[in-house]
């Protein structure tokens, strides 16, 4: 069954270090999306993106994040300076045709923050 | 403000018990409605998928819709061990953006 895949696993980054977290959607999969749960707390919605360009974003989803697709299979978030705030899982998720389709996640990434 | 009100549990039964697993939520715009399945360090994997209110069943998993009293349920039979996990609701409607809606999610343990 097709999936979602995100890399690295785990990331370790020092404070204000730039960070980039890599996904490749479910390949016929149009809509793309990521969320970050803190330890212990819920998923959070960041952003949503539709033909390549970002269609929703949240209020966590400052200036600091920035996503790109840039190439046919791979999507990203990068995160300029990050905070110790920061430290979550990051998921990627995609959905096939319609925002409102099941979307489908990866494994996360780990991102802690020293 | 809260979306969406999930009791975090945690929530243990002996194998073979009939799980009940609820979400309540106060935006009457949503209008689907997800379960996923979440083990540790793992990403939500998705298990049911719903549209308005009503039943949906597939295997030993039922998801219950009740849009009137803003309620859904997910309940499991013959509940097993490999079924220990955290359960998410997730919602979204036509108007409430891209996004989903997530419950804060119950730890399950199905003792054996």
């Known amino acids: 069954e097709p999936e979602v895949t995100q890399t690295p696993s785990h990331q370790v980054t020092q404070m204000g270090q730039e960070v980039i977290l890599r996904c490749v959607p479910i390949s016929n999969h149009l809509y793309f999306y990521w969320y970050r749960q803190i330890l212990g707390q819920k998923v959070e919605f960041l952003v949503s993106f539709y033909n390549n360009e970002i269609s929703e974003k949240s209020e966590i989803f400052d200036d600091q994040f920035s996503v790109e697709r840039p190439d046919g299979s791979n999507f990203t978030l990068k995160i300029r300076s990050t905070k110790l705030e920061d430290s979550a899982m990051y998921f990627c998720a995609s959905s096939e045709t319609d925002r409102n389709q099941p979307q489908h996640f990866g494994d996360g990434t780990r991102l802690s923050i020293l | ?112």
């Open chain 2, 1 to 112: 403000q809260k979306e969406v009100e999930q009791d975090p549990g945690p929530l243990s039964v002996p194998e073979g018990a009939i799980v009940s697993l609820n979400c309540t939520y106060s935006n009457s715009a949503f209008q689907y409605f997800m379960w996923y399945r979440q083990y540790s360090r793992k990403g939500p994997e998705l298990l049911m998928y719903t549209y308005s209110s009503g039943n949906k069943e597939d295997g030993r998993f039922t998801a219950q819709v009740d849009k009137s009293s803003k309620y859904i349920s997910l309940f499991i039979r013959d509940s097993q061990p490999s079924d220990s996990a955290t359960y998410l609701c997730a919602m979204s409607g036509k108007n409430t953006g891209n996004q989903f809606y997530f419950g804060t999610g119950t730890s399950l343990t199905v003792i054996p």
